[in-house]
């Protein structure tokens, strides 16, 4: 008797563990809003990232911008970058939209979140697992790991306490 539970709490601790694991983001490219390419290279410059997925169509995303762009500046020097991925940049055949972008580029500069905007491509989105509601936000350490996610809008005050959290399990 002793033995089998033994077994089957080893087997629930391994599964725990393995949940809990921090999910990391391999290798991609991705293209930002000028075509500019991109890698996973990108977690390197900061400590943490804040990859927040929004879309043309959505109300709660292009809300929050403004305040995403002012914390992009405020959250710089403590090792934060914001990098927006753009979920809807293609048309409805599944290829690149230029007036897609256009009007993505249009909703950044109108909003104020002069962050990097990245396309979010299949690769990319592999890594980031299924989502089913934007704004989705991910939360990504220097090493390319997961530490955080978070559905919805927030206020700026919401964020910069996400954020610092994020930030402190990132290290």
């Known amino acids: 008797m002793m033995k089998k539970f033994l077994l089957v709490a080893t087997v629930l601790a391994m599964m725990a563990s393995s949940a809990f694991a921090a999910k990391k983001i391999g290798a991609f490219k991705a293209e930002d809003l000028e ?11 900061v400590p943490l990232t804040m990859f927040n997925v929004w879309g043309t169509f959505c109300p709660p995303c292009l809300h929050e911008m403004p305040d995403l762009g002012r914390l992009a500046k405020e959250m710089a020097p ?3 970058q914001i990098v927006g991925l753009l ?21 950044v500069e ?5 962050y990097l905007h ?3 491509d ?3 989105a592999r890594y980031l697992g299924d989502f089913s509601a934007i704004p989705q936000t991910f939360f990504v350490n220097g090493r390319g790991e997961i530490v955080g996610e978070a559905t919805g809008a927030r ?8 954020i ?3 930030l402190a399990k990132a290290k």
């Open 35 to 45: 075509g500019a390419a991109h890698d996973e290279a990108i977690f390197q410059q």
């Open 164 to 166: 610092r959290e994020m």
């Open 118 to 120: 990245l396309l979010l």
């Open 110 to 114: 109108r909003t104020g979140a002069d």
């Open 78 to 80: 403590e090792g934060v």
């Open 122 to 124: 299949d690769g990319l």
């Open 87 to 107: 979920y809807d940049w293609f048309d409805p055949a599944g290829r690149r939209s230029e007036k897609q972008i256009a009007k993505a580029k249009t909703l």
């Open 155 to 162: 206020s700026a005050a919401q964020w910069r306490e996400i």
